[in-house]
């Protein structure tokens, strides 16, 4: 098929709540998205960067750069564009995985589209509904995060996950095991941690917690493995994972026992379906992490966590944990703890155009001949 259009919009989607994090507190969600026209037949692609470069170092206006500059153009002048290939198109462009993710997500829908195939059936998934489990910010108070947490169990959420950072780890951890018991809890820390907090760190071990996410920076994975060696619970890496030959490392190395798979951190769903099959091969079980996508990311992310190796409930929530308002025209929503499969082509969902139209800042055509 032929890249006959892009298209970039820059979306300003406001956040039920104020959602903080070790490195930010975000108020609205500011987004980039990818549309393509592949022989006319259109697919979306949402790009998982954030305004700054905090998280990680890609962010929107950088993403957006490189798609115009560089990603777009190089798919324009290839001919033939495939999902499967796309990822190899892109190979001489060092890094900006959130960007090549982005536009490999926009060619996976217009292509399945075109085929009638959901994502789910390309990707090899095997179930119709995954769990769903919640990312729980940082709050002002403990009694405010009990509060949350309530609000979160009572929709049906059957795994809290909190953020911590140095002064809030644990403390809201002991509330929270006191006052809810045995529930399914795990941490992230976001890079918010040194090796010399090991010691802290081991006092988690005793709230029994699913694991530890990402205690330690990015590149620390020699850390990571000495970390691990100090602490009984589990640590699992987010930042640290960009590729599945990073996966394959870290595990040899022992700096993790747990992975989250992100797809737009590894350059895209094919490269995270890889990331899977390697955990798979050495036994480490996985979960799908959140980028406080809209439904678009949900959609696919709730596709790819719903292969057999997703062995623990992901950062998969419904559309409502995030967004009053989402931009697709069926939101995705939690029913008994669980999140429906979508069985459409491609992405499976629809884009709304009013609701799109609400939050856009800007929409640009891509020059497809430079
Ligand atoms: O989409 O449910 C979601 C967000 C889950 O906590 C979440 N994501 O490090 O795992 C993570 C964070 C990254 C985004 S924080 C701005
Ligand atoms: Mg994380």
Redesign the pocket.
Known sequence: MKLTGAELLHLRVPLVAP?Q?S??T?LERDLLLVRVLLDDQEGWGECVS?ADPL?SPEFNAAAALVLRDFLVPALATAGDVRAGTVAHRLTPFKGHRMAKAALEMAVLDAELRTVGMPLSAYLGSVHTTVPSG??VGIQPSISALLETVDGYLDDGYVRI?L?IKPGWDLEPVRAVRERFGNIPLQV?A?TAYTLADARHLALLDEFGLLLI??PLEDEDLTQHAELARRVATPICL??SITSAKVAADAIRLGACSVV?I?AGRVGGYLEARRVHDVCAAYGVPVWC?????TGLGRAANVALAALPGFTLTG???ASG??YRQDIVTEPLRIQDGHIAVPTGPGLGVEVDPDALAAVTVSREWLPLDT
């Open positions: 959602f994090t490195f930010s975000q954030m998280y919640v990312s996950k953020k992230d976001n996410e990402q987010d930042e989250n992100k992490g959140g980028m406080l996508e950062d998969t929530s944990r995030f």
